[in-house]
């Protein structure tokens, strides 16, 4: 005698409406019209069978229904469309909170918040290998402009340099950091773990703080280069710190000392590298002009 | 068997039946006059190769006078082609050259380097955009890049005539002014053209590397000294 709960019973469309909305992550059976029958026939050979034949043709109802992102191969186009789900609004305001460190908020978890993107490293990098080569060449000309003997050229091979420089720093140090993360995550269990995306989008924000610095040092005065440097120093630096506090803290202390203090030399290295290959001061560059008329002189 | 015999019966007289020599085969195998017309309509191959050279060129001037006054039209869009943006591009790069020609590597941009940025730039371009959930295709977006960099070549054409004139500090106010001028209308003209394929909430995503791009060209033609 069948019971009106009968698990075998078909059941009609507006009832598993209902189910579903009862319980989000149920599976649910996609029924077309051509199939009817056969799903009929097979609903009465059991339930089991059906959730095997058809979980994969439900995987894209499930997981919308459970609101988790699909996840797909590595080589399309979609795998990093959803690095790129982001609005001009979320961009400003992980710009402002990447420059402005507070104690205790985290960049990652604060602003991410389980969404990092691509855009903002992107072209924050490529905006910042322009500001240095075109900062740079102005100061250049700008430093050598009463000097007769000085030629102006657009230097355009520093881009290239400025480019590696830069793309290098914001992709192989979060390499290597995500990398010491994981080995250090199986020797000493960390509450906090980051992914290689997020660690990429903190470094990539982090440097937003040096395209002001760099337009900045336009001006031939070394104080003025000196006191911006320090400053984006110390705000890029301590953001940074905050962010990976929490991933190292339960950890050997002389391993946090290491990894903090590995974190801040390499963004004062790439700063001061920056600042001593692009800007030149101008007491270096005037022996060099002077000499090769000289020697004209000499030779008769 | 009387059905099969009546189902010879109608082929039963074609046993006997030959071709005979003096039936001659002959005819007419042309197409009837009506669906040559219409053939001719949509084949190329009979037309001289003046009419095809020119309405390809009557399709690109078309587009370089949408450029000039950039309304919020299709036809860009719809018709999209390559050729004025690799015209403009070649224009560039050879306007560019002959700049510090004397001095070390520390010039200005070779040829190559030119087609690289202008060609590679539109390509990031274009997938950001795409990136980003726009509705443009990939070559359209192309072609619409790349035609707006035509403000930005008649700037440079303008400044090496300036140039001729002498280089001191009047040339580079002038040539400053019709940069500006002119990289202001270009990024002005193809956003008019890309910013509808965008959501709004991301339409300042696609438009700041377009500034970028024409920012990054507008310099290399500002620092251009002969």
């Known amino acids: ?80 469309q959803k690095f790129f789900d982001i609005e001009a609004i979320d961009v400003k305001e992980r710009i402002v909170g990447s420059v402005l460190p507070w104690p205790g908020k985290n960049f990652i978890h604060s602003h991410l918040r389980r969404n990092p993107d691509l855009y903002g490293p992107f072209w924050i ?34 881009v290239t340099i400025a480019a590696t420089a830069i793309f290098s720093y914001a992709w192989f ?74 991933a190292v803290r339960d950890d050997h202390p002389k391993v946090i000392i290491a990894i903090m203090s590995a974190i801040v030399l390499l963004n ?33 | 068997m009387a059905a099969a015999e009546d189902a010879s019966r109608p082929f039963a007289g074609l046993s006997d039946v030959s071709i005979s020599e003096d039936i001659p085969v002959e005819g007419d195998i042309s197409v009837p006059l009506g669906s040559s017309r219409r053939d001719d309509e949509f084949s190329t191959l009979d037309e001289p190769v003046k009419e095809t050279i020119l309405r ?11 450029v ?29 050259q002959g700049g510090a020609a004397d001095s070390d590597d520390q010039g200005g941009p070779q040829f190559a380097e030119v087609f690289v940025i202008v060609w590679f730039g539109s390509i990031i371009i274009t997938l950001n955009s795409k990136l980003l959930g726009g509705t443009i295709s990939f070559f359209q977006s192309l072609c619409v890049l790349g035609y707006c960099i035509m ?21 580079f106010a002038v040539r400053l002014a019709v940069v500006t001028a002119s990289f202001g209308w270009s990024t002005f003209a193809s956003t008019a053209f890309l910013a509808d394929s965008q959501p709004p909430n991301r339409k300042a995503l696609v438009v700041y590397p377009v500034f970028l791009f024409y920012f990054v060209i507008g310099w290399m033609i500002l620092t251009f000294s002969p």
């Open chain 1, 1 to 80: 005698m069948a019971s009106t709960s009968d698990p075998f019973q078909f059941k009609e469309f507006e009832e598993a409406g209902n189910l579903l909305e009862a319980n989000r992550d149920a599976t649910t059976i996609s029924i077309e019209d051509e199939d009817v029958k056969p799903h009929k026939q097979r609903n009465a050979a059991g339930f089991a069978a059906d959730e095997d034949g058809d979980t994969l043709g439900n995987d894209d109802q499930e997981e919308l229904l459970s609101g988790q992102k699909k996840s797909v191969p590595f080589w399309t186009f979609e795998y990093y």
């Open chain 1, 125 to 158: 990098c490529t905006t910042l290998v322009f500001a240095i080569a075109i900062s740079g060449n102005i100061s250049t000309f700008l430093t050598q402009f009463g000097n007769p003997k000085y030629k102006y050229t657009p230097e355009f091979r520093k």
């Open chain 1, 173 to 246: 140090v979060p390499l290597a950091l995500w990398g010491l993360l994981l080995w250090r995550n199986n020797k000493v269990m960390n509450l906090v773990s980051y992914s290689f995306m997020e660690i990429v989008c903190v470094y990539g924000y982090s440097l937003s703080i040096y395209i002001p610095a760099v337009v900045l040092w336009i001006l031939p005065f070394e104080w003025l280069r000196w006191c911006s440097i320090v400053v984006a120093l110390c705000l890029s630096g301590s953001v940074l710190a905050l962010t990976f506090w929490p």
């Open chain 1, 268 to 300: 004062v290295l790439l700063a001061v590298g920056c600042k001593a290959y692009f800007f030149s001061s101008p007491s270096q560059r005037m022996p060099v002009h002077s000499s090769p008329p000289t020697d004209a002189v000499k030779t008769p």
């Open chain 2, 56 to 66: 390809d060129l009557r399709a690109v001037g078309n587009k370089f006078i949408h």
């Open chain 2, 68 to 96: 000039l006054y950039p309304k919020r039209s299709s036809s860009l869009l719809r018709d999209w082609d390559l050729w004025g943006p690799l015209l403009l591009c070649v224009t560039l790069a050879l306007l560019l």
């Open chain 2, 151 to 171: 403000p930005l070549t008649v700037a440079m054409a303008v400044c090496r005539v300036v140039l001729l004139s002498g280089s001191g500090t009047v040339s």
